[in-house]
């Protein structure tokens, strides 16, 4: 009987891991680094964008920042954050650090919808990352990147936070969210060369965790529909928002996907912004 318990707790262990990512930079972010960088170069875009999106026209998102990061490896990844301030942007944590991976360096691109040229390059080590970021499971996957003073421009500006808005779950709304990453899975031809955009809708966190479990999909993560259209490798970091009048404010930070790729149809993970306002706050 208790050879029977132990096979059966095995089991319930294997069937409850959470099926995401367990080293970013490793599993996605370098490989993509590559890809992005040489069609970059080659300046190969065959019009394809972020999984069931589109191009993403220069001064659309000017909160967006890419991130090329260094690793201590000498490695090169890629993620993105959001401009709060002249000197301040968010991204989430997992970008500098996460499991066998650590960032030595950010450069922060804005007014880009390339990665490795153009725009305005801001290059940083000031990270400060949420204190009780969970590696394992990316709860409070949150960092705070200070940046040397950045001018605004028209393609260059700040996003708000939902402030007056710190009970809105947001289930059934659309929102935006972009980046530099891939547009499918498994193939150099999927991958974006250019900024790209999608719209996405917000779903409940009890639906969300049926795919991720409870100790993943908590309070403080907000999650998307990932039917026909989602994030992707290389978003992380990156975000999402919504118009609130004429002002673009900022409810979520990409965070995780499913492990099998971002065209299963699985929701994605956002960190939840009202949650952690009064931590941002206190560091802008």
Known sequence: MKFLVVLVALAAAVLAEEPIFKDYHQEIGVSLAAKIKAREEAADFDGSRITGGNASVLGSHPHLGGLVITLTTGQTSVCGSSLLSNTRAVTA????????????????????????????????SNVTLHANYNEYNLNNDIAIITL??????????????????????????????????????????????????????VITN????????????????????????????????????VWVGSERNLIGITSFGHASGCQRNFPAGFVRVTSFISWIQARL
């Open 206 to 241: 009890a639906v969300c965790a049926s795919t991720y479990n409870n100790s993943v999909v908590v309070s403080s993560v907000i999650c998307v529909s990932g039917q026909g259209r989602s994030t992707c490798g290389g978003d992380s970091g990156g975000s999402l928002w």
């Open 93 to 124: 944590a997992h970008c500098w650090r996460h499991g066998n991976s650590q960032a030595r360096q950010f450069v922060v691109v804005l007014g880009s919808t390339l990665l490795f040229s153009g725009g305005v390059r801001v290059t940083t």
């Open 148 to 201: 040397s003073w950045v001018t605004y421009t028209n393609v260059i500006q700040p996003i708000g936070l939902p402030t007056s808005q710190t009970n809105n779950l947001f289930v059934g709304t659309w929102a935006w969210a972009a980046g530099f990453g891939a547009t499918g899975d498994n193939s150099p031809i999927t991958t974006s060369q250019f900024l790209s955009e999608v719209s996405l809708q």
